[in-house]
């Protein structure tokens, strides 16, 4: 079967996810509660399951890969139509919430391409591989797309853990000055400056 060729690479991916998963969990656990001033929750939450569903993804898939006589079609058709479902989920959220601004939705753009592409290479791989056409969508196209799944959930885990964007379209509203947002110090908060008030009008 063709797909043994790749034992060593599912294995692989399956152990990265797993270890990632397990620090996703605890970067949730440990990290703040509550975004900085202007950040929705909602984007935060997007951040969040994104990474899980990326990491969950990856792990699944090449688990199923790695059962003996067994095709990784079934996993691949199933994890990317949920992604996909998932994906449309959360344009939907960030759209309809009215914390998140016009110039906030946008930021997440990429994101949100992005996902689709993997998750719908994905579903191809899937379908090529139960219809036994794979010469495009084979097994190569697939364990490319789970490491790439693998990279976007750390860089979506890296946003939510640092709590600033870091994708495609913010990096570049940086470069080009189109982000005027302040910078916040480090310890700063609201609730020093109205200490610090207090104190002097006192």
Avoid at 31 to 46: K, S, T
Avoid at 60 to 71: D, E, K, M, R, T
Avoid at 176 to 192: C, F, I, Y
């Amino acid at each position: 079967m063709l797909i043994e060729t790749y034992r060593e690479l599912f294995t692989a991916v399956a152990t990265c996810a797993a270890g990632l998963i397990g620090l996703l969990f605890v970067a949730i656990s440990v990290g703040p509660r509550e975004g900085e001033a202007g950040r929705p929750a909602v984007i935060q939450q997007v951040r969040a399951a994104s990474a899980l569903l990326a990491f969950s993804n990856a792990l699944a898939v090449s688990l199923f890969a790695l059962v003996p006589g067994q095709s990784a079609g079934y996993a691949a058709v199933s994890t990317s139509v949920i992604g996909i479902l998932f994906t449309a989920a959360s344009v939907r959220s960030i759209v309809s919430s009215p914390d998140v601004a016009a110039d906030q939705a946008w930021r997440q753009a990429g994101l949100i391409t992005v996902l689709f592409v993997a998750f719908g290479g994905e579903l191809g791989c899937g379908i090529g591989l139960l219809s036994n056409n794979t010469e495009v969508f084979g097994p190569e196209f697939l364990s490319n797309t789970l490491i790439a799944l693998l990279l976007i959930g750390i860089a979506r885990a890296w946003e939510l853990v640092g709590n600033r964007d870091t994708g495609i379209v913010a990096s570049l509203a940086v470069l080009t000055g189109l982000d005027h947002r302040p910078v916040k110090p480090a310890g700063s908060n609201s609730g020093d400056a109205d200490s610090t008030d207090t104190t002097t009008t006192g």
